[in-house]
């Protein structure tokens, strides 16, 4: 498979270093191409604005989500946006590697969503979910917490359990745009566990990279399972 790391760490001696990579290391081992884009290291531009285009259609009011699907049609799009897509036209696998942030994406890579992930390149009015313009692709989590694995639960302070945490960018951003993701890896609370649990999520996490490809993705629904209300039909 050709396989696309998106890493979002400030520091490469980190345990999510350590986790991007492993997963470099492993995937090449066993024959995939691997590409990194490393967005801390690249200085990767997280604040989606008019400096994103070439050239905008409308200077007096900017509309980002029109912009995009402008910048698509025309190739308007600056240097850093088209090298991200060409690496996503490119992958059949995606692994995001980041430690969770206020329940969510570090800003960085949420900006790589709200910039890369354009109207019109990987989601269209009529083209999301399973009818998303990227849903020959699949896709993985490898998250790190702060927060041990038994405060993430309905009855516990977090309130909700580690997927349904994730489930705004599984479903909302990767699922919507068709890629489909597999269950995320997890390792919970890295910097309170200590070594030797730290060397097992690495061996877990070891494990799971050879499963990747065979592994069946989560199962959300189609928007045929949807009725023209769009309730879920009975
Ligand atoms: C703005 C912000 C918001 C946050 N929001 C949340 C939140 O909503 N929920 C939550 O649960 N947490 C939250 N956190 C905590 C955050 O998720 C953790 O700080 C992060 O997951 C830790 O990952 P790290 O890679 O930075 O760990 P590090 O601190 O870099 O590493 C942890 C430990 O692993 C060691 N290590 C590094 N490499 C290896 C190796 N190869 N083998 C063994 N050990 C190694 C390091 O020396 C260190 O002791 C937040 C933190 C910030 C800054």
Redesign the pocket.
Known sequence: MKVLIVYA?H?P??????MKDLAVSTLKEQKHEVKVSDLYAMKFKALADKDDFVKISNPDYLQYVLELKNAVDHDLFIEDTKQEQEKLRWADFIIFQY??????VPAVLKGWFDRVLATGFAWDFGNMYDKGLLASKKSMLSV????PENIYSLNAPHGWDINQVLYPVNHGVLFFCGIQPIPPFVAFA??QVG?EK??QY?EEYKQRLLTIETTKPIKYHSLSDFDENMHLKT
């Open positions: 760490h520091e001696k980190s345990f999510n270093g350590a430690p969770l942030w206020w329940f969510s790190t917490t702060g927060g890295v910097f070594d730290r060397k690495l």
